[in-house]
C-alpha cells in the first residue's frame, strides 16, 4: 500500500519513530480542548484543534499491538490503554505483562490503566479427526510435516515462534485458562476458516460458556 499511494515505509526504527510521534500527538489532539501546536520529525500541527471533540474523557481508547521490550512496551506504558501481545506462550505473556508493570509505575500509571489482551491464531476441531483436516497445511511445514497430530499439537502450543491456540473443547479451554492464569483480560482470536459455520458454532456452543 505504501508503494501504490508514494509514502515511504521506512525501516523499523524510522516506523517505531514515527509511530511514537503519532501517538503523542493523537493523544494531545484527543485530550486537548485548547489548540494543539507541534513540531516533529513527521508531524506538524498548528494551533490544530480535533472536532468534534471526544464525547468520553480522553477520547477513544488506544490499543498498542507488540512484544517489543525496547520501544513497543515503553510506548504501551506511556499511551495505551489497552496491550495486545501477539503470539506469545502464558508464560512469556506474564513476564512482559510484569516488564509492563515496572514501565507503568515509573511513568507514573497505575498498573489497572492498561487491559492486558492477547492475539493468536485459532485451530479448533470438535474431534481429533476434525482437528487433523484443520492442520492438514502442516504437511507443507518442513519442522512439522513428520510428526504425528499429538506431536503438532504440543509444538503449535508451546514454541514462542509458532504459538497457536489449537485443539479440540478441553484442550482449548485448557489453553484459554492457562493465559487467563497469566493475567491475558482478553483474547482476540483468528480463525481462518471463514466457511465452515458449523466448526465455528461448535467452538461458540463447547468453549464460551466454560470461559
Not at 464525547?55 to 490499543?63: A, D, H, M, T, Y
Not at 506504558?77 to 513476564?95: D, G, V
Not at 514501565?103 to 487433523?132: H, K
Amino acid at each position: 500500500e505504501h508503494h501504490l499511494f508514494g509514502y515511504d515505509l521506512g525501516d523499523i526504527p524510522t516506523r517505531l519513530d514515527r509511530l511514537e510521534e503519532g501517538l503523542e500527538v493523537i493523544t494531545r489532539l484527543l485530550q486537548s480542548d485548547e489548540p494543539v501546536t507541534y513540531e516533529g520529525r513527521f508531524y506538524k500541527l498548528h494551533g490544530a484543534t480535533l472536532l468534534p471533540r471526544p464525547q468520553r474523557p480522553g477520547g477513544p481508547p488506544i490499543l498498542i499491538g507488540g512484544n517489543g521490550l525496547h520501544r513497543t512496551l515503553p510506548l504501551a506504558a506511556r499511551y495505551a490503554n489497552i496491550w495486545n501481545a501477539q503470539l506469545l506462550t502464558p508464560e512469556e505473556f506474564q513476564k512482559r505483562s510484569s516488564y509492563l508493570d515496572v514501565l507503568l509505575s515509573e511513568v507514573g500509571r497505575p498498573l489497572q490503566s492498561v487491559r492486558r489482551t492477547l492475539y493468536c491464531w485459532l485451530y479448533f476441531g470438535r474431534t481429533m479427526e476434525e482437528l487433523d483436516q484443520v492442520l492438514n497445511w502442516r504437511h507443507e511445514e518442513p519442522e512439522l510435516a513428520h510428526k504425528p497430530l499429538d506431536e503438532v499439537i504440543q509444538v503449535l502450543r508451546t514454541e514462542e515462534w509458532m504459538n497457536r491456540l489449537v485443539g479440540t473443547s478441553e484442550i482449548v479451554v485448557e489453553q484459554i485458562h492457562a493465559y487467563a492464569n497469566a493475567g491475558v483480560e482478553e483474547l482476540i482470536l483468528t480463525w481462518f476458516d471463514m466457511d465452515n459455520i458449523e466448526a465455528l458454532r461448535g467452538f461458540a456452543e463447547s468453549i464460551l460458556p466454560r470461559v
